[in-house]
């Protein structure tokens, strides 16, 4: 059927125009980048426009007004939509069906879609139309968090149910992310309750709250549910709610085993962290009001992940209006951001830390990187704990510091901050030295060489929570730890597949990619391998059953491995020293003795020296490239008695004979500082020579698992004794086994095996690489303001949307 009809819509307003005053503009719902096309009107007959739009997907998705309070959630009104839509309108022009239908605009056609079912739509159905006859309506001011943000498409329906048509305008944002924002301006209503919350205008005066803003203090709590008690019969929250004071319903449920009185004073402790935000409320205080309901402590059958808990403990009615948390015995927690779920255990910071994950706030604030010294947040892991080494000055970040931008490869060691502002950085977890220089600005010593530089240094700063290697990826479930060496200029990974019947060698393409592997023959083992090499040639190191095995390795062929005769079944180690390959090989009691290997001559291998050292594992060794030292990594009881703890040696090599020079523990010789697989010994350039670092394993759980550090040497020898020991990705990124590193044309290369479970593609056993192995993060940093988030996005956009009834 073909219709041919005049299609009256909204278009554009000029807000003088209006006869009636405008009700302050509301944010109403969000939609993706992919949503180009939006229009409004009233597809489910309740007198109340919906906002509908097409995404990119091609589903026409509508949402719906709930009580003319707040929007409902997206819905998909018809899937399998054709893409290209220019323009989309809500309007009555089938005189053959009921109410109004959706009109989708296309460059050469023109498609009508009837309603269907009680929200729904039929396929759409070419129409010959006049596009369009304009009305004007009100324009919505943009958002409050991006003023700036531009202006997409302007229409106008009857959002509240009045009668009345009320602007529409969706803008453009990208804070804090890239978004459609859909916001609302209220047509003002005739009568005493000009914006329609519930609360007369003379009330609205004689309380300080405005009579044309039916949301005076921007909570995402309208007036007269603040006035007038909650909706839908929702149960009421402790202290008493302001319209013109921001505030927070929070649900709170403990499990049943963790004492109550516990978990009363550290959720009531957590409050504090909102009230003492220093954004101004329209009454004139500051600060975020949280109101608590404590519901019945969860039952043992009824506990689990937060989500599941939640969705049982929160009845759909309150979904919009309130948030709900679960406290639970131990520490740490997770959260919806952005939303208005999540648990943690029972301690105030914690505990606080998740709300504000509700509240929209990031690890990173709008940062890349994680973990910014100069971000002071209780949401930055390096901060969530304690502020300046005192636990009970953590806070919410103001952004005092944001204008001052941080770039890891080119720092200057000089903050324009005083230094009372800045003293928090002398104390955990980054331990920078710092030094007035005049009342506005602090001499840092950025990588912790003991000095306060001219110019620019490079350094990984933001280590306080832990350090990151760059974008982690898969590349095969394998049964042993992985090895990395340089072959040529080329990196090469070393693998065992899951059932240990080949060592398997791939070459880095330079793009975070490998080569198809190439399996070496005859190389069974489920032993960890071990690769180095000297010039155009690579020697891979396996155990079998009797004794260590080798294969020559070159960018185009693989060698028949062979045995290495006395070698036995001992732990084998290996590194380069002056063009040669050391191997070293450690007994059971601990005993290391170093033999030199020569692939061209019968013996292979020299005969044994003991070396000045033991260990529990495999040494890591490596050649300083400056002095010419050689350098040992072993993990052996330290003077407190602390086992497996590393420690250094340095070695002078002379012919054949390895002598040492100085052994020192790692962080102090008190300290505890785990090594438990074999350690990686790695170089890395500086301008004042070559700076050591050593890849290492921490203490195994008792589950076998463990988590992975690095170790590096400084010159502030005030600081760990010049050691700064850093975890590698997180506490949940956990191994079996040892880690590798690889300096290369491709990169500095880490790899580890997961192994904490299942998560996503990340499966247990699975070898990852990862190509940021310095730490030198690309992105700059800074701080944040969270205040501003909070109160100007947080606080409304994690109960935006309501679930109709």
């Given at each position: 059927?073909?219709?041919?009809?005049?299609?009256?819509f909204?278009?554009?307003?000029?807000?003088?125009?209006?006869?009636?005053?405008?009700?302050?503009?509301?944010?109403?719902?969000t939609?993706?980048?992919?949503?180009?096309?939006?229009?409004?009107?009233?597809?489910?007959?309740?007198?109340?426009?919906?906002?509908?739009?097409l995404?990119?997907?091609?589903?026409?998705?509508?949402?719906r007004?709930?009580?003319?309070w707040k929007?409902?959630?997206?819905?998909?009104?018809?899937p399998n939509v054709?893409?290209?839509?220019?323009?989309?309108a809500?309007?009555?022009?089938?005189?053959?069906?009921?109410?109004?239908e959706?009109?989708?605009?296309y460059p050469d056609?023109?498609?009508?879609?009837?309603?269907?079912?009680?929200?729904?739509?039929?396929?759409?159905?070419?129409v010959?139309i006049a596009?369009p006859?304009?009305?004007k309506a009100?324009?919505?001011?943009?958002?409050?968090?991006?003023p700036?943000?531009?202006?997409?498409?302007?229409?106008?329906?009857?959002?509240?149910?009045?009668?009345?048509?009320?602007?529409?305008t969706?803008f453009?944002a990208?804070?804090?992310?890239e978004?459609r924002?859909?916001?609302?301006?209220?047509?003002?209503h005739?009568?005493?309750?000009a914006?329609?919350?519930?609360v007369?205008?003379?009330?609205?005066?004689?309380?300080?709250?405005?009579?044309?803003?039916?949301?005076?203090?921007?909570?995402?709590?309208?007036?007269?549910?603040?006035?007038?008690?909650?909706?839908r019969?929702?149960?009421?929250?402790?202290?008493?709610?302001?319209?013109?004071?921001?505030?927070?319903?929070?649900?709170?449920?403990?499990?049943v085993?963790?004492?109550e009185?516990?978990?009363k004073?550290?959720?009531?402790k957590?409050?504090?962290?909102?009230?003492?935000?220093?954004?101004?409320n329209?009454?004139?205080?500051?600060?975020?009001?949280?109101?608590?309901?404590w519901?019945?402590?969860?039952?043992?059958?009824?506990?689990?992940?937060?989500?599941?808990?939640?969705?049982?403990?929160?009845?759909?009615?309150?979904r919009?209006?309130?948030?709900?948390?679960?406290?639970?015995?131990g520490?740490?927690?997770?959260?919806?951001?952005?939303?208005?779920?999540?648990?943690?255990?029972?301690?105030?910071?914690?505990?606080?830390?998740?709300?504000?994950?509700?509240?929209?706030?990031?690890?990173e604030?709008?940062?890349?990187?994680?973990?910014?010294?100069?971000?002071?947040?209780?949401?930055?892991?390096a901060?969530?704990y304690?502020?300046?080494?005192?636990?009970?000055?953590?806070?919410?970040?103001?952004?005092?510091?944001?204008?001052?931008?941080?770039?890891?490869?080119?720092?200057v060691?000089?903050?324009?901050?005083?230094?009372?502002e800045?003293k928090?950085?002398?104390?955990?977890?980054?331990h920078?030295?710092?030094?007035a220089?005049?009342?506005?600005?602090?001499?840092i010593?950025?990588?912790?060489n003991?000095?306060?530089d001219?110019?620019?240094v490079?350094?990984?700063i933001?280590?306080?929570?832990?350090?990151?290697?760059?974008?982690?990826?898969?590349v095969e479930?394998?049964?042993?730890?992985?090895?990395?060496?340089?072959?040529?200029?080329?990196?090469?990974l070393?693998?065992?597949?899951?059932?240990?019947?080949?060592?398997?060698?791939?070459?880095?393409?330079?793009?975070?990619?490998?080569?198809a592997?190439?399996?070496?023959?005859?190389?069974?083992?489920?032993?960890?391998?071990?690769g180095?090499?000297?010039g155009?040639?690579?020697?891979?190191?396996?155990?079998?059953?009797r004794?260590?095995?080798v294969?020559?390795?070159t960018?185009?062929a693989?060698?028949?491995?062979?045995?290495l005769?006395?070698?036995?079944?001992?732990?084998?180690?290996?590194?380069?020293?002056?063009?040669?390959?050391?191997?070293?090989?450690?007994?059971?009691?601990?005993?290391?003795?170093?033999?030199?290997?020569?692939?061209?001559s019968?013996?292979?291998?020299?005969?044994?020296?003991l070396?000045?050292?033991?260990?529990?594992v495999?040494?890591g060794?490596?050649?300083?490239?400056?002095?010419?030292?050689?350098?040992f990594a072993?993990?052996?009881?330290?003077?407190?008695?602390?086992?497996w703890?590393?420690?250094?040696?340095?070695?002078q090599?002379?012919?054949?004979?390895?002598?040492?020079?100085?052994?020192?523990?790692?962080?102090?010789?008190?300290?505890?500082n785990?090594?438990?697989?074999?350690?990686v010994?790695?170089?890395?350039?500086?301008?004042?020579?070559?700076?050591?670092n050593?890849?290492?394993?921490?203490?195994?759980?008792?589950?076998?698992?463990?988590?992975a550090?690095?170790?590096k040497?400084?010159g502030?020898?005030?600081?760990?004794?010049?050691?700064?020991?850093?975890?590698l990705?997180?506490?949940w990124?956990?191994?079996?086994?040892?880690v590798?590193?690889?300096?290369?044309?491709?990169?500095a290369?880490?790899?580890?095996?997961?192994?904490?479970?299942?998560?996503?593609?990340?499966?247990?056993?699975?070898?990852?690489?990862?190509?940021n192995?310095w730490g030198?993060?690309?992105?700059?940093m800074r701080?944040?303001?969270?205040?501003?988030?909070?109160?100007?996005?947080?606080?409304?956009?994690?109960?935006?949307?309501?679930r109709?009834?």
């Amino acid at each position: 059927m073909l219709l041919t009809a005049v299609l009256s819509f909204v278009l554009g307003a000029d807000l003088a125009t209006n006869r009636s005053p405008v009700v302050q503009s509301d944010d109403w719902i969000t939609a993706g980048y992919d949503c180009a096309v939006f229009g409004a009107g009233d597809l489910d007959g309740d007198g109340r426009a919906e906002i509908v739009t097409l995404n990119g997907g091609g589903a026409l998705c509508g949402a719906r007004s709930v009580g003319g309070w707040k929007c409902g959630v997206w819905e998909v009104l018809r899937p399998n939509v054709p893409q290209g839509a220019t323009e989309l309108a809500v309007a009555d022009v089938d005189p053959d069906s009921p109410g109004n239908e959706l009109v989708l605009r296309y460059p050469d056609r023109t498609l009508v879609h009837r309603r269907s079912g009680p929200f729904g739509l039929e396929e759409g159905r070419a129409v010959d139309i006049a596009w369009p006859s304009l009305v004007k309506a009100p324009l919505a001011e943009p958002p409050p968090y991006e003023p700036d943000a531009a202006e997409l498409m302007h229409t106008g329906a009857d959002i509240d149910g009045d009668g009345r048509l009320d602007g529409i305008t969706v803008f453009s944002a990208t804070r804090p992310h890239e978004h459609r924002v859909v916001r609302i301006a209220i047509t003002a209503h005739d009568g005493p309750d000009a914006d329609g919350d519930g609360v007369a205008d003379a009330k609205e005066r004689e309380i300080g709250s405005d009579p044309l803003d039916r949301d005076t203090d921007d909570d995402g709590l309208p007036d007269g549910w603040e006035v007038n008690g909650l909706p839908r019969g929702i149960e009421p929250f402790e202290g008493v709610l302001s319209p013109t004071r921001r505030d927070v319903l929070l649900l709170v449920s403990r499990y049943v085993e963790l004492d109550e009185a516990t978990a009363k004073r550290e959720v009531e402790k957590s409050k504090r962290l909102y009230s003492a935000i220093p954004t101004p409320n329209v009454d004139g205080t500051t600060g975020v009001t949280v109101h608590l309901r404590w519901t019945e402590p969860i039952r043992p059958e009824h506990q689990g992940a937060w989500w599941s808990v939640g969705n049982r403990v929160v009845l759909p009615k309150e979904r919009g209006v309130v948030h709900w948390m679960q406290v639970t015995p131990g520490g740490g927690g997770q959260a919806q951001q952005t939303g208005d779920m999540g648990g943690a255990g029972a301690h105030w910071a914690a505990f606080g830390h998740e709300v504000g994950h509700q509240l929209s706030l990031a690890h990173e604030g709008d940062s890349r990187p994680a973990w910014c010294p100069l971000y002071p947040s209780l949401m930055n892991y390096a901060f969530n704990y304690s502020l300046g080494g005192n636990g009970e000055a953590i806070r919410f970040s103001d952004g005092r510091f944001a204008s001052h931008e941080l770039r890891e490869s080119s720092l200057v060691e000089r903050l324009p901050f005083a230094f009372d502002e800045v003293k928090y950085l002398a104390e955990g977890p980054f331990h920078f030295s710092l030094k007035a220089d005049g009342d506005r600005s602090t001499l840092i010593d950025w990588n912790h060489n003991g000095a306060f530089d001219e110019g620019t240094v490079e350094a990984d700063i933001n280590y306080g929570g832990s350090t990151h290697c760059g974008t982690r990826r898969n590349v095969e479930n394998c049964s042993t730890a992985p090895a990395l060496f340089v072959l040529g200029g080329v990196t090469q990974l070393i693998t065992v597949d899951m059932k240990g019947t080949a060592v398997s060698v791939r070459a880095c393409t330079g793009d975070g990619q490998w080569t198809a592997p190439r399996p070496i023959p005859n190389s069974s083992t489920r032993s960890d391998p071990v690769g180095v090499s000297v010039g155009s040639e690579g020697f891979v190191f396996f155990r079998m059953q009797r004794a260590w095995f080798v294969a020559r390795v070159t960018g185009e062929a693989i060698d028949t491995p062979v045995e290495l005769d006395g070698t036995g079944t001992r732990d084998l180690a290996a590194c380069v020293v002056g063009g040669r390959v050391l191997v070293l090989l450690r007994a059971d009691d601990d005993a290391v003795v170093a033999r030199w290997f020569d692939w061209s001559s019968k013996e292979r291998l020299s005969a044994p020296q003991l070396l000045p050292i033991t260990s529990h594992v495999p040494p890591g060794c490596a050649q300083d490239p400056t002095s010419g030292r050689l350098v040992f990594a072993t993990s052996v009881k330290n003077p407190a008695t602390s086992d497996w703890c590393l420690r250094v040696t340095w070695c002078q090599v002379d012919g054949d004979r390895i002598t040492e020079l100085e052994s020192r523990w790692t962080r102090g010789e008190y300290a505890t500082n785990h090594c438990t697989t074999r350690p990686v010994v790695a170089f890395r350039a500086v301008p004042t020579g070559s700076e050591l670092n050593i890849f290492h394993t921490g203490w195994f759980g008792a589950n076998g698992l463990t988590t992975a550090w690095r170790t590096k040497q400084v010159g502030n020898r005030q600081l760990d004794d010049g050691w700064l020991t850093c975890l590698l990705y997180d506490e949940w990124t956990l191994t079996r086994v040892g880690v590798a590193f690889a300096d290369g044309p491709q990169g500095a290369i880490y790899s580890y095996r997961w192994d904490p479970g299942d998560h996503g593609d990340m499966t247990v056993n699975m070898v990852q690489t990862a190509h940021n192995g310095w730490g030198i993060d690309a992105d700059p940093m800074r701080d944040f303001d969270d205040c501003a988030k909070i109160t100007q996005w947080g606080i409304r956009h994690s109960i935006l949307l309501m679930r109709p009834e």
